[in-house]
């Protein structure tokens, strides 16, 4: 008997049915590879069809299809007992037809099984191989396998190999998508993930207890209902999320509507979110109400704003009684003396520390740009390094202003953008060693300046404090002041919409960096 007369002639009905195989939505996989054996038995008239997973040289039998005496699913080899090794040497559709009568006939898998007919192909998920496909019988053929048939059988190993990858991506997109949504259901603040259009398709927990909404009531909703005002809402639309902007990720501040109809300060900070080849899937926004955070930061500026003020006049009084007594300090007795310079030193410093809270609290109130003119930096540079040049030179400290370069006009407020350029030149001077230099120079485009100094650095912990309030390492050499001058700096920079940056690196100096505006980019009004 022989096992070359296939259950149906031709290869046209067994692509047919391959085919509405393969388009079938809800099938399992299993089923799926189950009727692919069955189909392939048919169509070649072999009697046992194998999907085989190879690890190493491991040769598990991961699906098969065949008679009572067909090994069981799972069923483990060695892969050199096995016709599939010359499948894997060849990487290509092998077979014989009688392997007794050909140079395969002192193989194991004949000695074992006494498998006569066999055809495989390697199955490759995507670039990595998988395993193979493979169909045998214990009766011969009376003919080699046609070029048809190894055809076939290399595109239905094709076929399984891109079943495996989907079922693989499927897979890794369901584990994807459970770690997503474990991941915003732990987040305290409010996530909502808006569609290209603005429309609501995933929120979390914390969006119902923050806005009150379920999410029947939200999702498919346009984001408009979040907002207190359609004004912002439209506004943010032109700013960030049309299509024509480049909108990459943005914090900022809004005002919430709830679904009570109540209102809060959020803070929000949003991403565009894109696969890796950029197709555009939406937006993702966490929202984290701040109106308590808000409301204390406004009690407390207004606080230390009003202490600073009511202190002004006592500490003004204070000083200038230091100040007689100094006329006659020599007739005070030595230990006075010592006591009375530090009165004086202290006084000195508190006067120091309540005008800087009062300029800081002017100047984040004061938004108005009235005083605002049209002027190039470097003037402005040389007039800060010549009022301070006396103290560098106390320090024994040389101050360098690199040559001059570009010098477009900028709209500023000079008394200000003096008063920053001082306090980053005093910094910078107060972190040098005795004889260091400080340079400060423009930037090549003449749209900023920087400075640097010679110093120990700025420590790691105080970075990402640097320019808050009272702000100061006890290990940084910068130990005198209000604590106060960075802000003021940050302060006159947010108020010229200007930004500031710094390299530093421990025992090998500091670099603040200011840019401005490009006039001829952003009108400044």
């Known amino acids: ?71 069981a699913q799972g069923t483990r080899f060695d892969v050199d007992g096995t016709y599939c090794l010359h499948t894997l040497q060849a990487n290509d559709v092998t077979a014989f037809y009688h392997a007794g009568q050909e140079h395969i006939s002192d193989h194991p898998c004949y000695l074992n099984f006494g498998l006569e007919s066999y055809i495989g192909a390697p199955v490759f998920q995507g670039a990595s191989r998988h395993g193979t496909l493979n169909f045998s019988s214990p009766e011969p053929r009376t003919r080699p396998f046609s070029d048809q048939e190894r055809e076939f059988v290399g595109f239905l190993a094709r076929w399984l190999g891109n079943e495996l990858r989907g079922r693989e991506e499927r897979r890794q997109l369901r584990a994807q998508r459970s770690l997503f949504a474990a991941v915003i259901d732990a987040v305290p603040e409010a996530v909502i993930v808006a569609d290209p259009d603005r429309r609501v398709s ?10 009150g909404y379920t999410p029947g009531q939200l999702l498919g909703r346009q984001t408009a209902v979040l907002y ?24 900022f501040a809004l005002s919430c509507r709830r679904a009570d109809g109540s209102v809060f300060e959020g803070a929000v900070s949003s991403a565009d979110v894109r696969t890796e080849t950029g197709e555009h899937l939406g937006y993702l926004g966490v929202i984290r109400d701040v109106t308590e955070e808000k409301r204390f930061e406004r009690a407390k500026d207004t606080l ?9 006049n006592p500490i003004a009084a204070l000083q200038g009684a230091l100040r007689l007594l100094g006329a006659r300090e020599t007739e005070l007795p030595e230990g006075s003396q010592k006591l009375f310079a530090i009165a004086l030193r202290n006084a000195t410093a508190i006067e120091r520390m309540t005008s800087d809270i009062l ?58 953008i003096q008063r920053l350029a ?17 340079a400060v120079g423009l930037t090549e485009d003449g749209l900023g300046f920087w400075v640097r100094d010679e110093g120990a650095g700025i420590p790691a912990a105080l970075q990402p404090t640097l320019f808050e309030r009272f702000s100061r390492a006890p290990s940084y050499r910068v130990d005198e002041g209000s604590g106060l001058g960075l802000s003021i700096v940050k302060a006159i920079i947010d108020q010229h919409l200007g930004a500031i940056a710094f390299e530093t690196a421990e025992g090998a100096g500091t670099t603040f960096t200011v840019r401005f505006p490009d006039p001829g980019i952003t009108r400044l009004s």
């Open 1 to 71: 008997m022989t096992a070359d007369r296939p259950a149906f002639q031709g290869f046209d009905e067994a692509l047919r049915r391959l085919y509405l195989l393969a388009v079938e939505p809800d099938l399992p996989f299993s089923d799926k590879v189950g009727r692919l054996l069955e189909l392939g038995s048919a169509a070649l008239g072999l009697e046992l069809g194998i999907v085989s997973a190879i690890e190493d040289q491991t040769y598990t039998c991961s699906f098969v299809h065949g008679p009572d005496w067909a090994p």
């Open 202 to 211: 995933i929120i979390n927990p914390a969006v119902e207890e923050l806005f």
């Open 228 to 251: 207190e005002e359609l004004d912002d809402y439209e506004a943010m639309g032109k700013k960030n999320f049309n299509r024509g902007s480049h909108y990459q990720r943005d914090r």
């Open 304 to 312: 230390i704003a009003t202490v600073s003020h009511e202190l002004k």
């Open 359 to 416: 300029d800081l609290e002017k100047l984040r109130s004061d938004a108005g740009r009235a005083d605002f003119d049209a002027i190039p930096l470097r003037p402005v540079l040389e007039r800060a390094i010549e009022a301070i040049e006396p103290y560098a030179a106390e320090r024994r400290v040389r101050l360098f202003l690199a040559p001059a370069g570009p010098a477009p006009s900028l709209s500023l407020h000079i008394e200000r």
């Open 422 to 438: 001082s306090n980053l030149i005093s910094n910078a001077i107060k972190a040098s060693p005795e004889d260091g230099v400080v």
